[in-house]
């Protein structure tokens, strides 16, 4: 970040979904909205063109799926941190879009405040590591745990440190 407002970038193939949150991220003066995408084709173009700190990413979309533009981001914008907005049950998703480099993930249905931490967290962590990400969701149900086998609700020490 080269001045205190975090420029973001919002990525959903749904204009509702895009202009809802771009219209709730304004009351934050620290967020800097600095464009909006359908898809992850226009994300990797237009972080191409305009300076980006965070990324909030959709992950189904057409011609280019969020997780093939994360790793593109994280390929072509190293410095540029992505959050994945998910919907409840995305385990799969999630995991292939960590693996191609999110930072994080927040549920679509998270309240704002919660998607304006994931973003600061995201923009001030420059190196995060994956199992430091700021996790949202509730934990897993047994039959789908996370490889590592940790829980990813709020009794998570590294969740309390960051959000608490």
């Not at 193939?13 to 464009?35: I, K, M, Q, S, T």
């Not at 934990?139 to 608490?164: C, F, I, Y």
Request: proline share 7%; aromatic share 2%; net charge negative.
């Amino acid at each position: 970040m080269s001045d205190s407002r975090i420029r973001v970038i919002i990525v959903d193939d749904h204009d509702l979904v895009r202009n809802g949150l771009a219209v709730l991220l304004e009351a934050f003066e620290d967020l800097d909205l600095v464009g909006s995408a359908a898809n992850g084709q226009e994300a990797v173009q237009m972080c191409d063109q305009i300076e980006t700190d965070v990324v909030l990413m959709d992950l189904v979309m057409p011609k280019m799926d969020g997780i093939t533009a994360t790793r593109t981001l994280h390929q072509r914008h190293p410095r540029v941190q992505v959050v994945a907005l998910i919907s409840f049950g995305e385990q799969q998703l999630l995991e292939e879009v960590m693996a191609a480099g999110a930072t994080s993930y927040v549920l679509k249905s998270a309240p704002i405040d919660q998607v304006a931490r994931a973003i600061r967290t995201a923009a001030r962590d420059s190196n995060p590591r994956p199992d430091t990400a700021l996790r949202d969701t509730p934990p897993v149900p047994p039959s789908h745990e996370s490889r590592d086998d940790r829980s990813h609700g709020p009794q998570d020490p590294w969740l309390r440190k960051v959000v608490g």
